[in-house]
């Protein structure tokens, strides 16, 4: 188990520091009363971006508050990250000194500490200031002082705090700290100072001198300008690539065995592809054709023609009606920001009013709602979503920050100056289309956090960043990950999300892609996607499961062989995976076997009621019987499979839209099965036999074992080949059972249905 820890302490005196340097700024908020938000550093906004990184990587963890740190709770971690709380009291700095001496416990510490240096591997640590944006500079070593890297990544925000230390002897320094100053367009242009020893590490412990959590967190949600430096090495992907190096040195320090057995937030799924399109009006709907001849879920974000100027009520009317046909469509809300001098819509009450009012105007329960450009109040428009989601339980969640267009705290420079479909706004910063506007370059989603002298809250609600109007080139760069000079790196940032909006009215617009238009476009970036096995989902599927996936405890015992699921909340939640890396022959839940187990180590766990939780076992067992092997697709969703061993029934719970093919392996291959499909009489099956070219022509066959669970002869593939059928536009849920059929009839059940099984062409059974 690994833990943040959140130190009210900490936030408290940062609050203090910032009144006496004026580093607040206080307005009327939308209950109309005075809030004083928290500026630059002291923000305290590396707690939250700690949690980002651990939830990437689908490591369940706790925010643990200084005050609930006890040796109690201490005792059940194995790991502890403890970003930028400089102000620990000494009853904490004691507990964890002891909870250190522990053989398996590893500690991570990032930014301003008051730890002792000599828990850190150091001799010495000072805090002082910066004048510009720091970085590292990978030292021999590091696993990343090589061809593949750049040489100096920036990971600390300009003017922001340091520690200044010496390494203790028999620490390893990993990276120098360097202060970046002067034209700072790039690498090669920028004033690099050595400041001192950046990242040390012992056996034990892992120290970054800079407040790289601090800085993230910071991006995510728009609080701080890094224009000047994040096209210093990949602009798309700058953010997740700093993520990528803390999560490479976690791992260096021994914390591989929480890797182990995790709780995956999107199956067995290597990444997420989620589409949005904004749609102003015009009746292109060759996006939407597309993507509902192939099953392609999808949010289509409509203006409500009671705001915006580029709708009238026809065209919302029609957009609503196509949107709203198929489950796998999403009709979400384009939270215009045009109008008004700043937007009335986002800050005060006026996000919520425009919900509200769209909610009436065009008859949907919009649950998510998201905008580019236009302009963004901040603080305000973070204050605003707090009165969201504060008055909506429906809400999920926005698309908000990805793109800089922002009025950042009440100053207005007239000589920066944006368009925004209503005429030019005076703006403070604008996001630099160079090549990406995804600026914070982290591809997760993840919750904005209000941070005032009173208060440190994260919002119930997600946000994330996205593209929009991607060329071929820009998906390819999008899905290629962090960034190494090498194409291929094996270890990459795992769980991707990655979001396009593609505009509607593009579709067919000779003026881009060469007179092509964009749906080319989108059909390359789902193909990509689908050959990355990728999930592609609505963003109201994917808040919801994000908000599931964080809900559901985990506890794993035994080693990792034992693990405990429980569901705190009063919704079903399904679709769940345990990903186990131990060796395993089976799973069971109580006295049944689960048997969807896909690329050998993926289980599905069981749907969860509101408030139930269930506990599976990992054994070495190895059990002769029917497996599905294969992960759920987009037209079949695998939601529960388990054996009976008193009946040696199989039942499997599925959620499916149309028909889709279902293939049972570890058949005997002498049997019959009797096969009863939910809304169809039952059938008797018999069992497809499927050889290669290649094990026919071989002159002999050799046998094989597969890892731990079943064997199997190359080349030939013995299953049950079965169609499940849902509704043709929404997704149903069906009950499959299937047993054996008993001797002596199943082998002339199985001779007559091998003899009405059609040959497939391209293959020899």
């Not at 709770?73 to 400089?86: D, E, F, Q, W, Y």
């Not at 202060?179 to 056996?203: C, F, K, M, R």
């Amino acid at each position: 188990m690994i833990a943040v820890l959140f130190s009210d302490r900490s936030r408290a005196a940062y609050a203090v520091e910032a009144a006496s340097r004026k580093q607040t700024y206080t307005f009327t908020d939308a209950w109309g009363l005075p809030r004083t938000w928290l500026k630059g550093e002291y923000a305290y906004l590396a707690p939250n971006a700690a949690r980002l990184l651990l939830a990437r990587c689908n490591l369940k963890h706790e925010l643990i508050e200084e005050a609930a740190l006890t040796d109690d709770t201490l005792a059940g971690l194995s790991a502890l990250l403890v970003p930028n709380a400089g102000h620990l009291s000494a009853e904490t700095i004691a507990r964890i000194e002891r909870w250190l001496e522990g053989a398996d416990k590893r500690l991570i510490v990032t930014g301003k500490t008051n730890l002792p240096p000599r828990l850190l591997g150091l001799t010495s640590c000072t805090p002082g200031p910066s004048s510009g944006f720091t970085g590292w500079r990978w030292l021999p070593g590091s696993p990343f002082a090589n061809g593949d890297w750049e040489s100096l990544y920036v990971s600390s925000y300009k003017a922001f705090t340091v520690q200044k230390v010496e390494a203790a002897p028999g620490s390893k320094v990993l990276a120098a700290l360097v202060e970046l100053t002067g034209d700072l367009e790039n690498a090669e242009t920028a004033t690099a100072a050595d400041i001192g020893p950046a990242i040390v590490a012992t056996d034990k412990t892992l120290f970054v001198a800079n407040q790289v959590f601090e800085m993230i967190g910071g991006m995510l949600q728009a609080h701080l300008n890094v224009e000047a430096v994040r096209h210093f090495t990949n602009a798309v992907h700058w953010g997740d690539t700093l993520l990528f190096f803390l999560r490479r040195l976690m791992l260096d320090l021994g914390l591989e065995p929480l890797w182990q057995t995790r709780l995956r937030s999107f199956g067995a799924y290597d990444g997420v592809l989620s589409f949005r399109h904004d749609v102003h009006g015009m009746r292109d709907y060759n996006f939407l054709d597309y993507q509902i001849q192939n099953l392609i879920p999808a949010s289509y974000d409509i203006e409500t023609p009671s705001f915006s100027r580029n709708i009238d009520y026809d065209m919302a009317r029609d957009w609503v009606q196509r949107t709203t046909q198929h489950s796998f469509i999403e009709p979400a809300l384009h939270n215009d920001s045009s109008i008004g001098t700043p937007p009335t819509a986002i800050f005060g009450q006026g996000l919520f009013n425009l919900v509200t009012d769209a909610r009436k105007t065009l008859g949907v329960s919009f649950c998510t709602c998201g905008r580019h450009e236009g302009g963004h109040l901040h603080p305000e428009t973070l204050d605003a979503m707090d009165y969201l989601y504060a008055h909506d339980p429906i809400m999920l969640g926005t698309c908000t920050f990805c793109f800089y267009h922002m009025v950042e705290y009440g100053v207005r420079h007239p000589d920066v100056v944006a368009y925004t479909g209503a005429g030019d706004k005076q703006l403070t910063y604008v996001t630099d289309v160079r090549r990406t506007i995804a600026t914070p370059g982290v591809w997760f989603p993840f919750h904005p956090v209000i941070t005032t002298d009173k208060e440190w809250k994260p919002l119930r609600g997600w946000d994330r960043t996205h593209e929009y109007d991607t060329n071929y080139e820009l998906v390819e760069t999008v899905f290629g990950g962090h960034g190494s000079r090498r194409h291929g790196v094996d270890d990459r940032l795992e769980n991707g999300v990655y979001s396009f909006q593609y505009h509607p009215e593009l579709a067919r617009d000779p003026s881009v892609n060469n007179g092509r238009g964009t749906l080319d476009y989108v059909r390359y970036c789902i193909n990509l996607a689908e050959r990355k096995h990728y999930w592609i989902a609505t963003q109201a599927e994917l808040y919801q499961r994000m908000a599931d996936y964080e809900a559901l405890k985990f506890e794993v015992r035994d080693g990792g062989r034992t693990v405990t699921v429980t569901n705190p909340t009063n919704r079903r939640i399904t679709a769940m995976v345990i990903e186990q890396r131990l060796p395993f022959g089976s799973v069971w839940q109580g006295g049944e076997e689960l048997i969807h187990v896909a690329h050998g180590g993926f289980v599905t766990v069981p749907p969860l009621e509101p408030g139930a939780a269930i506990t599976l076992q990992f054994r070495d067992e190895e059990i002769e019987e029917l497996l599905l092997r294969h992960p759920s697709n987009k037209g079949l969703v695998i939601l529960d499979a388990r054996r009976d061993p008193s009946t040696n029934e199989v039942r499997i719970l599925v959620s499916v839209c149309r028909k889709q093919p279902l293939c049972i392996e570890g058949v005997d291959p002498e049997g019959a099965y009797e096969v009863e499909i939910e809304g169809r009489p039952m059938q008797n099956v018999g069992v497809r036999t499927v050889r290669t070219i290649q094990a026919l022509l071989a002159k002999k066959t050799q046998v094989a074992v597969a890892p731990k669970r079943r064997t199997y002869t190359p080349g030939t593939t013995r299953f049950l080949d079965l169609e499940v059928e849902g509704e043709e536009n929404n997704f149903v849920e069906r009950t499959i059972r299937i047993r054996k059929i008993a001797e002596p009839r199943a082998s002339v059940v199985k001779a007559e249905l091998i003899a009405a099984i059609p040959a497939k062409r391209g293959r020899v059974t």
